[in-house]
């Protein structure tokens, strides 16, 4: 691990941040977040939060990190993102994951990268989108083969959505940088910005999000398809924990 890398905002076994030590297993190398970057980390959660309720759960899914700003910047319930809170999400976006144990393909290169609207299309009764061509085709082919007890419960995301995904992760590992990258691509490295989704069982919830999928008779028949096939494997060169609900589409 490279200590000086992370320009002051992460640090490496700094357990006094915002964790303790026996909920992480005293795993001494992982990387934690700076007890002084404790105030921006909260604060741009709760302001990504706080956008993603006004502007909707969907349209927040393909909405690009400059209209996340101005948005906030537009209404004084939620506030203007602080110099602090902007470093802190861009030191995340344009940091090496490599150091954190993370090592999946840049897919987008940009914080201020967006997507192209006339490339996706609004999947109904679900409020996420996927990308016209391969992606909507693969998906209707499921359906069709699955069944209708197979639903998308997550498609494309642009880098506020995950942003957001990854920011609660880390405060969900008591700012545990390490073990949030073993659980969710970070902004920049996730294939949904390029074409994969996520499918699960109708009536399932969050538990779609767990390996309890792999009991449904729905994952079972995905298994036999010959045209899918999972992202994360069991111990997937990319370091990230196995989703069997991830769909690969390229």
């Given amino acids: 691990m490279h200590r000086r890398a992370f320009l002051g905002l992460m640090t490496i076994g700094t357990v006094s941040a915002i964790a303790d030590i026996k909920s992480h297993n005293n795993i001494d190398n ?28 969907g349209n927040f899914n393909i909405l690009t990190y400059d209209d996340m700003l101005s948005t906030a910047k537009r209404y004084p319930k939620i506030g203007e993102f602080t110099s602090k809170e902007l470093n802190f999400m861009e030191e995340l976006f344009y ?61 494309v995301r642009g880098v506020p959505k995950q942003m957001n995904l990854y920011l609660n992760k880390i405060k969900s590992t008591k700012g545990d940088i390490t073990l949030a990258s073993n659980s969710i691509a ?17 009536g399932w919830g969050y538990k779609n999000f767990t390996t309890s999928f792999m009991r449904t ?5 995905l298994k036999q398809l010959s045209y899918i096939s999972m992202r994360y494997t069991v111990n997937n060169q990319d370091g990230v924990r196995f989703e069997p609900w991830h769909i690969k589409t390229i």
């Fill in 30 to 57: 992982n990387i934690w977040l700076k007890k002084e970057n404790l105030a921006p980390f909260l604060y741009a959660c709760k302001r990504v939060e706080l956008v993603e309720k006004y502007v909707g759960h």
């Fill in 95 to 155: 940091t090496n994951p490599n150091k954190y144990g993370f090592y999946g393909k840049k897919t987008v290169s940009s914080i201020t990268s967006s997507i192209d609207k006339k490339k996706v299309m609004k999947i109904p009764n679900t409020g996420h989108y996927l990308f016209r061509g391969h992606s909507k085709k693969l998906f209707n082919r499921a359906i069709s083969d699955v069944g209708q007890t197979l639903i998308l419960t997550s498609g």
């Fill in 186 to 202: 970070p902004p920049g490295y996730s294939y949904h910005s390029i074409g994969d989704f996520d499918v699960g069982k109708k």
């Fill in 217 to 221: 008779k729905e994952f079972w028949k």
